[in-house]
Nanobody, 123 residues
Framework: QVQLVESGGGLVQAGGSLRLSCAAS????????MGWFRQAPGKEREFVAA????????YYADSVKGRFTISRDNAKNTVYLQMNSLKPEDTAVYYC????????????????WGQGTQVTVSS
């Protein structure tokens, strides 16, 4: 069982930056692949980024590639999402998720979810 708590969301102007954190508690965090997803009002939850359990492999949605960076610190049981050059279309609730095994990009493949943190980008 893994419990996930996101933080770091907020209001930022277009072009600005935010860093989201996801703190995990429970067993064997370092064996879980982690993902970030987001959901805007009226839209389906979509993949943002994922990282393998060791941190050696990362994956990004095309819409955030080159602007967002996912990383993890297994000693701190934390995964991060550094978001730069933010755009109004990045506005959404951001969720972190965990799964045992490979990093995947489908939300349905993840077993554990945080409660989400709101990111709002003003134009």
């Amino acid at each position: 069982q893994v419990q996930l708590v996101e933080s770091g969301g907020g209001l930022v102007q277009a072009g600005g930056s935010l860093r989201l954190s996801c703190a995990a508690s429970g067993r064997a965090f370092s064996t879980y692949a982690m993902g970030w997803f987001r959901q805007a009002p009226g839209k389906e939850r979509e993949f943002v980024a994922a990282i393998s359990w060791r941190g050696s492999n990362t994956y990004y949605a095309d819409s955030v590639k080159g602007r967002f960076t996912i990383s993890r610190d297994n000693a701190k049981n934390t995964v991060y999402l550094q978001m730069n050059s933010l755009k109004p279309e990045d506005t959404a609730v951001y969720y972190c998720a965990a799964r045992y095994g490979s990093a995947l990009i489908r939300a349905l493949d993840y077993d554990y979810w945080g409660q989400g943190t709101q990111v709002t980008v003003s134009s």
